[in-house]
């Protein structure tokens, strides 16, 4: 259950291949864009966690409140309750844009096939009149998978993180 | 509304209906800001959240910026975080610690306890400067109970003994969940926002009629909702799955009000029997080891879903937080849930809580966000004319007393408690300040 750290900005790994690791990361931001949510958490592995934070560089989530905090199971209520036809917060639903960029490698443990990559997000959301944007600074912990990834853990520190929201109904 | 006389606000508030406007007339709002705001105890914070001198927070009583801080002597003071000088906001974190509190604007400087300390250049003040005029205003009356903390803007007004009073049992409620028998509210919060009026949110609390449609999406195709306790397997029955009504022992849930405005709801039916996991085994047995099997036993039997202390504060039972909902605008809100960490508690129990309050009531929740859907569309749909009136007449006449509990009790899916508010709302808005 250990939870990724958020740690300063590393200059990542020289010569580590990012093609296939920033391939995953756009994949994965395409489903959430296409509102593939089930496939989306489909990515992660059976002990994955989504992590959104809601204070700057908090250390931990389990001893503070977080925006997200899903294992498995909570995720799978959140794709129900997505799919429901009646969850009113998304009538209309949600049409979101992610951009991912700025991608590092930060470490790699080959004997277990996991890295670690930080990348910057920004989502821009529209929904009953209203465009938003969401953007910060993302950390997956990705293990292989075949010829792919998985995502063990992904951890969102979102600039505002600590600042009021209205309904945020879709994940980062 | 044109102006403040009694009987135009008299005339808003109708025995099982409401005016618009208390939802959508900026006047209204700037008199509730004075009337209510001004006047009423509001819950400041917890004196967990200041526990070492110099510890402060700042937060807000109505639009006014106020600063919770403890002083040298162990007292905690509710200041008003404006400079005597010139009047910026002091002290412009959200939280923190500090042996004097300094403007940044001429770095005029306070004691935690108020007091003017220190001011640049004092031979440029007049002749008959006096420092001891220039401390921090306090707020006029400030008390506690159980370590919450309370303020009136007001010099004058009923004893917080008076206005709490009847729900101190719910307070109890919570805090004696505490192996320790003390909360504390150290474990960060929840900040979500709306474009509505701040009465939606309020009346929302202790309404269990929204919930088998309004949060329909949190209810699997057996019309149970998700396990939102720790050590639950499963949630309560809200819908019957076949017809799509409302659950019978959905409807059976009662409500209670009991003066000024407060009201709490009955707990929810779930399989407390069957109640088990290694967090939450753990905690009863701590509890018991603490306060006796028996007494443990009584604790844990849940009494309460949801209580309201007039005019902003309400403590949930079920998915255990404190909650603050502040007016921005009359068509604006913000609300602050703090979960509650038990002391004593392991901490594996209170983690559970916290990760099941994320997604209860968090602005990401499977729970919350569909009730701010339901409070914008209200905010949006109230600009209609094609009524002035909100009707709020369930159960009119239905009402009961229950003399055990000392209170009038109701259906949970009636209105009782939303008309009990406005006779609250109509007793501070009709007597000026």
Request: proline letters at 5%.
């Amino acid at each position: 259950m250990d939870a990724p750290a958020r740690a300063l900005a590393s200059p990542g790994i020289a010569g580590a291949d990012r093609a296939p690791i920033e391939q995953f990361l756009i994949h994965e931001a395409l489903l959430l864009d296409e509102r593939r949510f089930r496939d989306w958490m489909g990515l992660f592995t059976d002990d994955g966690t989504y992590w959104v934070p809601a204070v700057p560089d908090q250390e931990s989530p389990f001893d503070q409140a977080s925006l997200f905090y899903d294992d498995r199971d909570l995720m799978r209520t959140r794709v129900e309750r997505l799919e429901h036809p009646r969850i009113h917060v998304q009538t209309p639903p949600s049409r979101t844009a992610h951009l991912v960029g700025n991608v590092f490698v930060e470490e790699i443990d080959e004997d277990k096939g996991e890295y670690v990559v930080g990348s910057t997000v920004i989502m821009v959301e529209y929904r009953d009149e209203a465009q938003r944007v969401f953007a910060g600074r993302q950390r997956h912990r990705l293990r292989r998978d075949g010829a792919g990834f998985r995502i063990v853990q992904k951890r969102v520190d979102l600039i505002n993180c600590d600042s009021a929201f209205e309904a945020m109904a879709v994940p980062i | 509304m044109r102006n403040g006389h009694a009987d135009h606000i008299a005339g808003l508030i109708e025995p099982g209906r409401v005016h618009r406007d208390v939802y959508t007339d900026p006047d209204v709002f700037e008199l509730e800001m004075e009337r209510i705001f001004g006047q009423a105890w509001l819950f400041v914070g917890h004196t967990s959240q200041v526990p070492q001198p110099g510890d402060f927070i700042t937060t807000e009583l109505g639009r006014q910026p106020v600063i919770m801080v403890r002083h040298r002597d162990g007292g905690v003071h509710v200041l008003l975080n404006r400079c005597t000088h010139r009047g910026a906001k002091v002290v412009n974190e959200r939280k923190g610690n500090a042996p004097r509190l300094t403007c940044c604007y001429h770095g005029w400087s306070f004691d935690t306890d108020g007091r003017l300390a220190s001011v640049p250049v004092p031979e440029g003040c007049a002749a008959d400067f006096d420092k001891a005029a220039f401390g921090l205003a306090r707020a006029p009356r400030v008390g506690e109970y159980r370590g919450f903390v309370f303020a009136s803007l007001a010099a004058k007004g009923p004893s917080l003994e008076d206005h709490i009073g009847p729900m101190k049992g719910n307070i109890d409620d919570l805090v004696d969940r505490a192996p320790d028998g003390t909360l504390a509210l150290d474990v960060g919060m929840h900040r979500y926002a709306y474009n509505g009026n701040w009465k939606l949110q309020v009346e929302n609390v202790l309404d269990s009629y929204h919930v088998p449609f309004g949060h329909a999406s949190t209810v699997n195709k057996q019309g149970v909702q998700f396990a939102r306790r720790e050590g639950d397997q499963k949630g309560a029955a809200v819908v019957e799955s076949e017809k799509k009504q409302t659950a019978a022992s959905w409807k059976d849930r009662k409500s209670y009000i009991a003066g000024n405005g407060h009201g709490w709801t009955s707990n929810t039916a779930l399989d407390d029997n069957k109640r088990s996991s290694p967090a939450f085994d753990e905690y009863k047995r701590v509890l018991a080891e603490k306060v006796g099997a028996e007494r443990a036993q009584q604790i844990l039997t849940p009494r309460l879903h949801n209580s309201l202390i007039y005019p902003n504060m309400s403590i949930m039972g079920l998915n255990i937080h404190v909650r603050v909902i502040k007016p921005i605008a009359v068509d604006r809100t913000e609300v602050t849930i703090y979960p509650v960490r038990l002391v004593g508690a392991p901490p594996a129990m209170n983690f559970g809580n916290i990760r099941l309050l994320n997604v209860t009531h968090s602005a990401s929740s499977f729970v919350q966000t569909d009730d701010l859907e339901s409070f914008v569309r209200a905010q949006k749909g109230l600009r209609s004319h094609a009524t002035d009136w909100v009707d709020i007449s369930r159960g009119l006449g239905d009402e009961e007393p229950d003399r055990e509990l000392n209170a009038t009790r109701a259906l949970a899916t009636h209105e009782m408690v939303v008309r009990a508010q406005y006779k609250a709302w109509l007793g501070y808005m009709r007597e000026a300040a």
